[in-house]
C-alpha cells in the first residue's frame, strides 16, 4: 500500500461548526504532515508530526487543531473557521522527517460559508 | 524569510515543443526535490537531488542541481499533453529544516 488516503474529498462547513479532517497511511511511514494550499498557489506547510509527537507548528491559528493518535493516522479539528480558510487540505507522509520524499494524499476542499 | 525562487509563473508550449523552469535560492540548500501537481490533482514527488552538479533523467525529463547548491533545473523535451501541470521544486536549507516550496511554473501545452 502506497497510498495516503483523506477524507472527506468535499467539506462545505460554517463559522460556528465543529469539524475533522482525516488522513491515513499504511506506509509505515514515521514523519506526517498537514499543508493548505490555495489555488493557484504552492503548499503552504502547517503542522509536521514525527514519530507521533507535533515537530512544527507554523504558527496556525488555534481554530486548527492536529492530532496523531497513531503512527497511521492524522487528523485536523476544524473550529470556528473563517470563509478565508477555504482551500485545499493536503496531508502527506515520509519515511522520516527531514529530507525524505513525501507522499501526498489527493486532500479535502474545504469551503467554509 | 527563507524563499526558493521559481520561473517563469507560466509557460505555455505547443505540443512537442521543449519546457524549462528553474528555481534560485539565495542561500545554499541541502537537496532539491521536484514535485508535480495536475489540475485538480495533488503533488507528486519526480525526484530528488542532493550533490552539487547533480543531473538525473527520467525519460524525457532532465533534471539538473547547479555546483554551487543554489539553483536547479527541470527540462522537458518534446512535450506531450501528459506534461501538462505545475511542476514545484522544494528544498531543505538543512536537513533538519522544514521544505519550501517555489511556487510553481504552470506548464500548459497547445495543441
Known amino acids: 500500500d502506497t497510498e495516503v488516503t483523506q477524507t472527506p474529498k468535499h467539506l462545505v462547513m460554517g463559522m460556528t461548526n465543529k469539524k475533522s479532517l482525516k488522513c491515513e497511511q499504511h506506509?509505515?511511514?514515521?514523519?506526517m504532515y498537514w499543508y493548505k494550499q490555495k489555488a493557484k498557489k504552492p503548499p503552504e506547510l502547517m503542522f509536521v508530526?514525527?514519530?507521533?509527537?507535533?515537530?512544527i507548528n507554523e504558527s496556525v491559528p488555534s481554530r486548527f487543531s492536529p492530532e496523531c493518535p497513531n503512527s497511521s493516522l492524522l487528523n485536523l479539528h476544524l473550529h470556528a473557521l473563517q470563509p478565508e480558510d477555504s482551500a485545499l487540505y493536503l496531508c502527506?507522509?515520509?519515511?522520516?522527517?527531514?529530507?525524505?520524499?513525501?507522499?501526498f494524499g489527493p486532500g479535502t476542499r474545504l469551503t467554509v460559508l | 524569510g527563507q524563499q526558493v525562487m521559481q520561473i517563469p509563473q507560466y509557460q505555455h508550449v505547443q505540443e512537442g515543443e521543449d519546457f524549462t523552469t528553474y528555481c534560485n535560492s539565495s542561500?545554499?540548500?541541502?537537496?532539491i526535490q521536484w514535485y508535480k501537481q495536475r489540475p485538480g490533482g495533488h503533488p507528486v514527488f519526480l525526484i530528488q537531488?542532493?550533490?552539487?552538479?547533480e543531473v538525473k533523467k527520467q525519460k524525457r525529463l532532465t533534471f539538473q542541481f547547479g555546483e554551487a547548491k543554489k539553483n536547479s533545473s527541470l527540462h522537458i523535451t518534446a512535450t506531450q499533453t501528459t506534461d501538462v501541470g505545475t511542476y514545484f521544486c522544494?528544498?531543505?536549507?538543512?536537513?533538519?529544516?522544514?521544505?519550501?516550496f517555489g511556487k510553481g511554473t504552470r506548464l500548459h501545452i497547445l495543441p
Open positions: 506506509m509505515g511511514h514515521r514523519a
Open positions: 537531488l542532493v550533490k552539487s552538479g
Open positions: 522544494a528544498g531543505h536549507m538543512n536537513r533538519d529544516d522544514k521544505i519550501i
Open positions: 508530526y514525527s514519530y507521533e509527537k507535533l515537530s
Open positions: 542561500t545554499t540548500l541541502s537537496n
Open positions: 502527506a507522509s515520509s519515511q522520516e522527517w527531514g529530507w525524505a520524499e513525501q507522499f
